[in-house]
């Protein structure tokens, strides 16, 4: 948009030029345009972010006066975020930060040090862009695959702490650890697939208990105790073993968890008690899908 205000005057001509004052300048320096018109070098929509973590806070200078639909405001993260985040500019008031979707932001989507740029909707400040902000904004194909991870171990390992068969749930303080996996859903709604292999021998001839556990919560979200094919059979010998778990949980958040299986006693994972019969090939594995809904 084109100004022509200023005169620059030719003494020759006895043209007056327009006089530009200190004042005038000053006040330059200081205007924040309202979206209009391009002007100034400044980053006046730019500060350190100070506060907390979730709860941000800016000083623009100049001061902003109002919240202005669309204007953009960028700043430096300070610290990173461990939830949902609400940022207070100049003291106008307490405001969620949102993701385009409308959804707030989640742990980890502001990374210390990261260049965030924010802009008002109306209600919320919106996360336009920005490194270390996961938008999370696509859409997913309901019943699609958008996530997935693999634990698998082929060493041997020998189970010889109790997981009782007596009516209880299976505790997480009880039995040997053989899997464990971590993962960190994409979206709060999918569907968690949790997919477990293992490879055993046993010569007890009992029922042999495998427990499914989620993070450190005592109670086991599913459990089998399984015979060893051979047992009954009046041999002390035992044929390879092959347990299939399949457990289906609720995302619920974008927070990491833990899937972790523990067995009880009497059972060999991927050996026959003195040595690897598939020269190490027996592996036993845990496998997470996140299929969104």
Known sequence: MGKTVFNAGDKSQGIKGTKVTAGYLNAVQSHRHDGLDQDGSCPLNFAVAAGT????????????????????????????????????????????????NGAAVVTGDIIVGGIIDIAYDGVNYQVVSGAGVLDHTHAYTIGSVIGYARYCRN???????????????????????VLALTYTPKSATSKILIMIQIS???????????????????????AHAVRDA????????????????????????????TYSVRVGTGAYINNNGTMQPMGGAETSSIIILEIAQ
Request: aromatic share 4%; hydrophobic share 40%; with cysteine.
């Open 53 to 100: 973590a979730n709860a941000l806070t800016l000083t623009l200078v100049p001061a902003l006066t109002a919240h202005v639909l669309g204007m953009p405001i960028s700043f430096k993260a300070s610290l990173a975020n461990t939830g949902a985040c609400t940022i207070n500019i100049n003291g106008l008031g307490v405001v969620p930060l949102v993701k385009r």
């Open 200 to 222: 055993f021998y046993s010569y007890a001839h009992t029922l042999i208990p495998f427990a499914l556990f989620k993070d450190s919560t005592p109670d086991a979200i599913q």
């Open 230 to 257: 051979d047992a009954g059979n009046g041999s002390n010998l035992s044929s390879a073993n092959i347990l299939n778990m399949r457990h289906e949980d609720n995302a619920g958040s974008t927070i990491a968890r």
């Open 155 to 177: 060493d041997m390992v020998t189970c010889s702490s109790a997981i009782p068969v007596d009516g209880t749930v299976p505790q997480v303080s009880e039995g040997t650890q």
